[in-house]
């Protein structure tokens, strides 16, 4: 699929997004975990339709590139100092900061209260990224656990599951059957972590974005798009 880069103003900000065409009926526009936008459009549509389109969409993709950032542990700005808000699960903490002779973390009232050996914010930031890995590893296990039960009449085995950072994605499947999670996924809501291990087990049913591939995910997810929006538009 061709794509070009294309650029629209809103107010004193530009947007910068891929275009493509595709076979549909309508525009659709998304925007990446990365905060990069995209937009695939029908192919006899004109530019100056899409610009129009993208710019009603403008303040919604803006909200979005800064929901993204705010779930990156290296967003600029970081400075791992006392009072800072980080994400867990869906929620804001205040990170509280205490020097100590053992490295640990502890979410408690509000708090995310972190006992380091060393406070400089590299090690912080190296300590906390840890600290997420692992409990992403729990919660992904857990919610694989659950999820893979609603499969059992599609004779699917327990696939796999390799926790990383992605840029561009939440998680994937891959062709040997092996699920792969966005660590980052640990900062969100359960049920939107929920609702993408069910999306990536729905495609060990049908490996295509199909009407009988959304049929599945409607059935054994009735309410993944509020996940789903919960996941993009939680914060802004």
Same mark, same amino acid.
């Given at each position: +699929?061709?794509? !070009? #880069? ?5 107010? !004193?900000?530009? #947007?910068?997004y891929?275009?493509?065409?595709? /076979? @549909? *009926?309508s ?10 936008v ?5 192919n ?8 129009k ?27 791992? %100092? ?8 869906? @929620? ?5 900061i205490?020097?100590?002779? #053992?490295?640990? &973390? ?5 708090a +995310?209260? +972190? =006992?380091?050996?060393? !406070?400089?914010?590299e ?8 600290w997420? =890995? ?18 059992? =009449?599609?004779? #699917?085995e $327990?696939? &796999?599951?390799? &926790?990383?950072?992605?840029? *561009?994605?939440w998680?994937?499947?891959? $062709? ?10 640990? =900062? ?7 609702? %993408?291990? &069910? ?18 995910q ?6 993944? /798009?509020?996940?789903? /929006?919960?996941? /993009?538009?939680?914060?802004?």
């Amino acid at each position: +699929m061709l794509q !070009s #880069i294309q650029q629209v103003n809103y107010g !004193s900000k530009s #947007i910068e997004y891929k275009l493509s065409f595709a /076979e @549909r *009926k309508s525009l659709g526009i998304k925007v990446l975990p990365d905060g990069s936008v995209s937009v695939i459009a029908p192919n006899d549509t004109n530019l100056i339709d899409i610009n129009k389109k993208v710019k009603l969409k403008a303040n919604w993709i803006l909200k979005q590139q800064a929901f993204f950032c705010s779930y990156k542990p290296n967003t600029p700005g970081r400075k791992y %100092v006392n009072g800072e808000t980080h994400l867990y699960l869906g @929620r804001q903490y205040k990170l509280q900061i205490i020097e100590d002779t #053992i490295n640990e &973390i502890k979410l408690y009232r509000g708090a +995310m209260i +972190m =006992k380091t050996k060393k !406070s400089n914010p590299e090690y912080l930031e190296k300590k906390l990224n840890e600290w997420y =890995k692992e409990k992403a590893i729990f919660h992904f296990e857990e919610v694989l656990d659950i999820s893979i039960e609603k499969f059992n =009449k599609y004779k #699917i085995e $327990k696939p &796999i599951l390799d &926790i990383r950072l992605m840029q *561009k994605r939440w998680g994937s499947c891959t $062709k040997s059957g092996k699920i792969i999670l966005n660590t980052e996924l640990i =900062k969100a809501p359960k049920g939107s972590i929920e609702y %993408v291990v &069910i999306h990536e087990l729905c495609h060990l049913v049908h490996h295509n974005h199909n009407k009988e591939f959304y049929d599945l995910q409607n059935i054994l997810s009735p309410d993944w /798009e509020k996940w789903k /929006e919960k996941l /993009e538009h939680t914060l802004s």
